[in-house]
């Protein structure tokens, strides 16, 4: 099957959710490409961009998942290649 490249853009708003979050991307981390995360200490948020590479279905599994946790906001953005 055909994989995709998207960005999945994740602000977390809850601390106590960094653990499962964590543990979520460790579980797909055959797929990361790159991960980079951003404290934002004014406003008491964590920014977390991951760049994913498989299949459209695993993208968005992990993005539902990920979307799941109580304290966390996912957006997915698809390459159109």
């Known amino acids: 099957m055909e994989t995709r490249v998207?960005?999945?853009?994740?602000?977390?708003?809850d601390l106590e959710a960094v653990e499962k979050l964590n543990n979520l991307l460790h579980d797909f981390g055959q797929y990361i490409i790159g991960r980079m995360g951003l404290?934002?200490?004014?406003?008491?948020?964590?920014?977390?961009?991951?760049?994913?590479?498989?299949?459209?279905?695993?993208?968005?599994?992990l993005a539902g998942k990920l979307g799941m946790i109580k304290g966390v906001n996912v957006k997915t953005v698809y390459s159109k290649k």
Do not use: Q
């Open 6 to 13: 998207a960005l999945i853009g994740i602000i977390v708003e």
């Open 39 to 61: 404290p934002y200490r004014e406003k008491n948020i964590n920014i977390i961009s991951v760049v994913i590479n498989a299949e459209a279905d695993i993208i968005s599994t």
